[in-house]
Antibody, heavy 118, light 106 residues
């Protein structure tokens, strides 16, 4: 059974940094496309970033240059380093596995809340 | 990036109804659309992928169809458990997009 468990969320001031981690079981992260999707309070879903099995990473325009996605093969985790945080980054961040054909998200974590506020 | 627009934003229906949610894309897409259900306070879950294929364990009252720029999610025989918000989604190139969501009230 695939399980994704996020951690690292919390309250952070604008301009600050936060690192989210997603502990994965039931699959080897470096063999799949792994991504982050976020949801601002009361709003819809927004794709944030994806890392491919070969290590290539891509980002939504809204976070490009500020967020960095990575994987740790030893810990089997997916990480999201978030720098220069803004109020509009406040959201629940979900760790997700992209399907083998990369067209949808077939496994979701429970999410971790990031609040950016002074 | 391709934009997805869902109609309606809110849908009020009764038990047993047949309901349809539409998802229009800003350009013709050489790919498939997926649909998700999100219940209040929970993470989304995959309902349909490749436009019309049901994810394992999803009841057969759910169905999806469409092509080009027009896609639909239909629920035949609405049940209480279907309450929630529904999102369409696609990936094209190096990014993915979601519709703004349709809140289903029963």
């Amino acid at each position: 059974e695939v399980q994704l468990v996020e951690s690292g969320g919390g309250l952070i001031q604008p301009g600050g940094s936060l690192r989210l981690s997603c502990a994965v079981s039931g699959l080897i992260v470096n063999r799949y496309y792994m991504a982050w999707v976020r949801q601002a309070p009361g709003k819809g879903l927004e794709w944030v970033s994806v890392i491919y099995a070969g290590g290539d990473a891509h980002y939504a325009q809204s976070v490009r240059g500020r967020f960095t996605i990575s994987t740790d093969a030893l810990k089997n985790t997916v990480n999201l380093q978030m720098d220069s945080l803004r109020a509009e980054d406040t959201a629940i961040y979900y760790c997700v596995r992209q399907s083998l054909d990369a067209i949808c998200f077939d496994h979701w974590g429970q999410g971790t809340l990031v609040s950016v506020s002074s | 990036d391709i934009q997805l627009r869902q109609v309606p934003s809110t849908l009020s229906a009764s038990l047993g109804d047949r309901v349809t949610i539409t998802c229009r894309t800003s350009q013709s897409v050489p790919t498939w659309v997926a649909w998700y259900q999100q219940k209040p306070g929970k993470a989304p879950s995959l309902l349909i992928y490749k436009t019309s294929t049901l994810e394992g364990g999803v009841p057969s009252r759910f169905s999806g169809s469409g092509s080009d720029t027009y896609f639909t999610l239909t629920i035949n025989g609405l049940q209480t458990d279907d309450l929630g918000t529904y999102y369409c989604q696609l990936c094209s190139g190096q990014s993915c997009s979601f519709g703004q969501g349709t809140k289903l009230e029963i």
